[in-house]
């Protein structure tokens, strides 16, 4: 069976995205005004062809080893959704200034959806740990601690106490460390990690700890300096099912989703 890589998979899916949104970019540039009924077939027609490509092509395409990026893959087709409505939503007649209006509304879904598709790996063919190795991913997790120059950021909606022994006894107290998660109960998240947390946070110089919600946290990351890496299972349960680590992207626009959840987030504890 041929398999593909991730950066043919890439490929592919900008010209399936270019595939949905040609007719309506096109009608929009001709010298002939479209009627709302052109607008409302072409949102149909569209919608259909989005809920299509969600289930088929597009789910190979936000799984990455054994990690199914939900939420970046759930976005494509809300906002190809929501633009098929809009085009059948547009009141009669259409005139020029409904033109004009929804050429930037069509530019700015385009934009949105690039940046959900920059935000896979495309540069490395993960590589799939077996189960029942939890000591060599933790080691390689441990490995990419080590090199933080400035800062160590976890996401991790399921992080539990033994982050702290097992990936910061050994690092600079001048590291920058954010660890985000969910509130959690007694055995993950805060629920968990609340004890260690204060003490962390008197001795590293910047430190916080950070709650988000469950639903903004679907994808497992962590951010070194500037370089993400995806962490497929949570860090916790590395090793115990077969896993996939390694470097992700690193765009501008990822490292700004995740900036958005610090910025967003309550701090639970800080230096």
């Excluded at 479209?34 to 597009?58: C, M, N, R, T």
């Excluded at 007649?93 to 940046?115: C, G, M, N, Q, Y």
Aim: glycine share 4%; with cysteine; net charge negative.
């Amino acid at each position: 069976m041929t398999t593909t890589t991730k950066q043919e998979q890439y490929s592919r899916a900008l010209m399936h995205l270019g595939y949905i949104l040609r007719p309506v970019e096109e009608m929009l540039i001709c010298d002939t005004i479209p009627d709302v009924k052109e607008l409302s077939l072409l949102g149909s027609k569209l919608s259909a062809e989005a809920q299509q490509w969600y289930l088929g092509e597009l789910t190979t395409f936000f799984t990455v080893g054994t990690t199914h990026m939900r939420q970046s893959h759930k976005i494509v087709l809300l906002k190809l959704s929501e633009l098929g409505n809009t085009l059948q939503r547009f009141p009669s007649p259409f005139t020029p200034l409904h033109r004009v209006a929804l050429k930037e509304v069509v530019a700015s879904f385009r934009a949105e959806i690039l940046d959900e598709l920059n935000r896979v790996p495309t540069d490395y063919d993960p590589e799939i740990i077996p189960p029942n190795m939890p000591f060599t991913v933790s080691l390689k997790i441990s490995d990419a601690i080590i090199t933080a120059q400035k800062r160590i950021h976890v996401f991790d909606r399921y992080l539990d106490d033994t982050f702290f022994p097992l990936y910061l006894r050994h690092v600079e107290r001048t590291r920058e460390i954010r660890l985000i998660t969910t509130q959690g109960n007694s055995t993950f998240g805060i629920g968990n990690v609340n004890t260690l947390a204060i003490k962390a946070a008197a001795e590293f110089i910047d430190f916080q700890l950070i709650q988000v919600l469950p639903v903004d946290l679907h994808d497992r990351n962590l951010r070194i300096d500037n370089q993400c890496y995806y962490l497929g299972p949570s860090v916790k349960d590395a090793g115990k099912s077969p896993a996939n680590f390694g470097p992700g992207t690193s765009t501008q626009s990822s490292n700004a989703v995740l900036d958005d959840l610090i910025t967003n987030g309550i701090i639970v504890h800080s230096s």
